[in-house]
């Protein structure tokens, strides 16, 4: 936890008269600060990243910017850095707030909005690189490799589950089999020509993905959505963030066909998609990551619930899957409408 004095003392190396600190969240490596200044209210962050990775993200935020991204731009300190350091190594962000709310529910027209400024976001990151001083993240060309290690692992489990006799690992068992299917049909998609041209191209044009653009990092002002947390930036195919915005979404809202046609289409105004590419999409968004995740926190003790409301999530999620795959039978029909 931090003290008011360590944080009045990273303040005092920024040229603001500080009126009133409030503290928005501490989990100790990371914490956040809401700061009323004599210049209006200010966000302090406390980065989790070393000075490497912290330097890849703040050349990448500035990058975005300059290019349209709608992002809360950074204080710099007295000296011009943009980041300021404490005495024991920590490093703190300051950035200007930003008025408005994060969408509490994902309705239509707030889905195609988000879609949008993903769209936004993506088109603002080409061209990005960064320095040689710093740590770039990259996943681009790795989704082999990873896709076929989550397979092996969900094999693993298999036999973890037959020596447990509890009711998750006969849930896990009664199913696991029919989504190992689903992993190794995405597999083969993705060791194609459709997947390799797009990491060519990625690898030219350069692309950074948010990782979780979604609801709770977005906050809607005057002038559209502002992104924030910025935190876990990696170089991949922008249908990396677009899975996962499909997923967050569907997996609440529920997945159909017209849902998806809107998303995808309002993505494609922004930044235009090949019909070769959203084949990629689609062999990710059959990939199943939502089981993997849940299974995988059961079999290695890292489960965010107690036992019951985990057992309820999974069979919740593995019966929701029925309309997963329906809505994944009639891809070629929501890429034609999305894309013409």
Sequence with gaps: MENESNVKTILSQYPLSVKNIHVINDKGKKAAWSIETSSGTKILKKSPAEKDRLLFLLQATKHLQKNGARIPKIVS??????????????????????SGISPKSYTPRQM??????????????RGFHSQ?????????????????????????YKAVAKLNNNAFSKLYLKHVDRFIAQGKEALSIIQGKAYRNWVNKVSVQRNLCHQ??????????????????????????????????????????????????????AYHQIHPLR?????????????????????????????EWDLTTSYEKFEALIQNDISRMRMLLSWNRIVRNALK
């Design 275 to 303: 019909p070769e590419e959203c084949r990629v999409i689609y062999a990710d968004l059959l990939y199943p990551h939502l089981f993997y995740g849940l299974a995988s926190k059961y079999f290695n003790n890292r489960l």
């Design 112 to 125: 195609n909005l988000i879609m949008r400024e993903m769209g936004r976001f993506h088109k603002a990151s």
């Design 132 to 156: 040689s001083d710093t740590k770039e993240r990259s996943h681009l060309g790795r989704w082999e490799s990873s896709y076929q290690s989550h397979l092996d692992n969900l094999e693993l």
């Design 77 to 98: 300190t007295r000296s011009g850095a943009d980041f300021a350091d404490d005495v024991s190594g920590g490093s703190y962000v300051l950035s200007d707030a930003v």
């Design 212 to 265: 979780d653009f979604a609801a709770g990092n977005l906050i809607k002002a005057r002038r559209g959505y502002h992104v924030i947390d910025l935190d876990s930036l990696t170089i991949d195919l922008p249908a990396r963030d677009i899975r996962k915005i499909f997923n967050k979404i569907m997996k609440k809202k529920g997945w159909g066909i017209i849902k998806a046609t809107s998303m995808l289409r």
